[in-house]
C-alpha cells in the first residue's frame, strides 16, 4: 500500500512529483548546449536587437560556423574513440589465431641464486629419445647438465640444484638453458629455454596474456611467433 505525506492528496503528490521530475529533466537538458540551443539564442538576439544598429550578418554566420565545427568536432572524437575501442578488440582476438603456434620470449637465462633450486621448462618439439639440457655460464662454459630421459613431445619443468659438473656449488649469476637430444629416428635436434607452444589466450583487463608452458605471460613479452 502507498503510502502519502500527511495533509496532500494522491493527486497533489502526483503533481508534486511530475513537476519535479520535469525540473530535474530541463536541469539536465540544460547542462549541454546543442544547435537547437544555439539557434534559439539567435533567434532571441535577432528579435530583440536595436532596430537602428542591426547585427552585423557576418557575426551570425561566424557564429553558425563555429557551431558547425564544433558540432563536427565532437562526432570525429566520438568516432575516433569508437574506432580506437573496435581496433583494440579486433587485435585482441587477431591473437586466437597464434593459438598453436610457438612463442619465443627472447631469453634463454634463468637467475641462480647461491644455496637454492631454480625450476624453469623446456619444450621439445619432437619426441626425446635420449637427451641432455646443458647449463652455460655467460661465457659459455658448461656448469651443468641434467638428463632428459625418454619422453614424448612436450613441455617438461626441470630443477638445477645449481651444482656444477664437478659437484661443486655454483655461483649466484645469470645462466643460459640449452638442450641437445635425439629423436626416436636418432636425427640429432636442438632446443631451448624460451620457446613455448602458445596453448591458449586471455583477456585479462584490456591485456593479452598467452599460456605457454604452465604460465601465462603478456603478448608484450614475445619477440616472435611461429
Avoid at 497533489?12 to 534559439?40: E, H, N, P, R, W
Avoid at 656448469?143 to 612436450?154: F, H, K, W
Wanted: glycine fraction near 8%.
Amino acid at each position: 500500500m502507498a503510502i502519502t505525506p500527511t495533509g496532500q492528496n494522491a493527486a497533489t503528490v502526483a503533481t508534486t512529483a511530475a513537476t519535479s521530475t520535469t525540473a530535474a529533466a530541463i536541469a539536465k537538458d540544460q547542462s549541454a548546449l546543442g544547435k537547437d540551443d544555439f539557434m534559439k539564442l539567435l533567434l532571441t538576439e535577432l528579435q530583440y536587437q536595436d532596430p537602428t544598429a542591426p547585427m552585423d550578418s557576418e557575426k551570425i554566420l561566424t557564429q553558425t560556423s563555429q557551431l558547425a565545427t564544433l558540432e563536427s568536432s565532437d562526432k570525429t572524437n566520438t568516432a575516433l574513440t569508437n574506432l580506437t575501442k573496435a581496433l583494440g578488440s579486433t587485435q585482441q582476438f587477431s591473437t586466437i589465431a597464434a593459438i598453436g603456434k610457438t612463442a619465443d620470449l627472447g631469453s634463454d637465462a634463468i637467475t641462480y641464486d647461491k644455496g637454492t633450486a631454480s625450476k624453469f621448462e623446456v619444450y621439445f618439439p619432437n619426441a626425446v629419445q635420449k637427451g641432455t639440457v646443458d647449463i652455460t655460464d655467460g661465457s659459455g662454459n658448461k656448469v651443468g647438465a641434467l638428463d632428459v630421459g625418454t619422453n614424448p613431445a612436450g613441455v617438461y619443468q626441470f630443477t638445477w640444484d645449481g651444482k656444477d659438473v664437478a659437484g661443486n656449488v655454483a655461483a649466484s649469476g645469470i645462466y643460459h638453458v640449452n638442450a641437445s637430444y635425439s629423436d626416436p629416428a636418432g636425427n640429432p635436434l636442438t632446443t631451448r629455454l624460451g620457446a613455448y607452444p602458445i596453448e591458449s589466450v586471455k583477456f585479462d583487463q584490456g591485456n593479452t596474456l598467452l599460456k605457454v608452458g604452465s604460465n601465462y605471460v603478456p603478448l608484450a613479452n614475445v619477440v616472435e611467433v611461429y
